[in-house]
T-cell receptor
């Protein structure tokens, strides 16, 4: 079964609303979680790196005030898309682990559609 | 954001044929990973490479970590219909813990 779970799997919201996506590590403690965004037929683009108990580090061009990341515990990180707009519609995927290895697992992804 | 150069972009092959795809980068990576992604799902790790020159197999899949640490290839032998999907390479840095992804190779297999 999945060791990294994302919720919700998909969400549709109206423009201007905020949406929260959760990423949970099910049977291990994730000191670091990475959030990616993937537009249709495109690659995964790293948005930010979150470390438990500290502020997230955002990639260049990613608005930290728009994409709020919280990593309050070793098993949960959340990504909140604030005041979502249609151009924020995308597939958001988290990756959780305790270090750099291929055994870091991806979540199942969350598809956001903003109307 | 930074990306790797992955090629080919897409392939349409006959069942039973071998497939080869590769990634190149201007940067050195400590780790090369190959993933397969099915529609609407997260990537699934196929092969992880940790050492320059390393050649690793996983069933019908073989991947190599280039000597220069700036490239990697993935071969799939005797393709079957369930190999259909999008394959991504990813380069990892031990300094940052980040993974940078290639643009993906879409594979279609004709029975």
């Amino acid at each position: 079964g999945a060791v990294v779970s994302q919720h919700p799997s998909w969400v549709i919201c109206k423009s201007g609303t905020s949406v929260k996506i959760e990423c949970r590590s099910l049977d291990f403690q994730a000191t670091t979680m990475f959030w990616y965004r993937q537009f249709p037929k495109q690659s995964l683009m790293l948005m930010a790196t979150s470390n438990e108990g500290s502020k997230a580090t955002y990639e260049q061009g990613v608005e930290k005030d728009k994409f709020l990341i919280n990593h309050a515990s070793l098993t949960l990180s959340t990504l909140t898309v604030t005041s979502a707009h249609p151009e924020d519609s995308s597939f958001y995927i988290c990756r959780a682990g305790g270090g750099l290895t291929g055994e870091l697992f991806f979540g199942e992804g969350s598809r956001l559609t903003v109307l | 954001g930074q990306q790797l150069n992955q090629s080919p972009q897409s392939m349409f092959i006959q069942e039973g044929e071998d497939v080869s795809m590769n990634c190149t980068s201007s940067s050195i990576f400590n780790t090369w990973l190959w993933y397969k992604q099915d529609p609407g799902e997260g990537p699934v790790l196929l092969i992880a490479l940790y050492k320059a020159g390393e050649l690793t197999s996983n069933g019908r899949l073989t991947a190599q970590f280039g000597i220069t640490r700036k490239d990697s290839f993935l071969n799939i032998s005797a393709s079957i219909p369930s190999d259909v999907g999008i394959y991504f390479c990813a380069g990892g840095s031990s300094n940052t813990g980040k993974l940078i992804f290639g643009q993906g190779t879409t594979l279609q297999v004709k029975p």
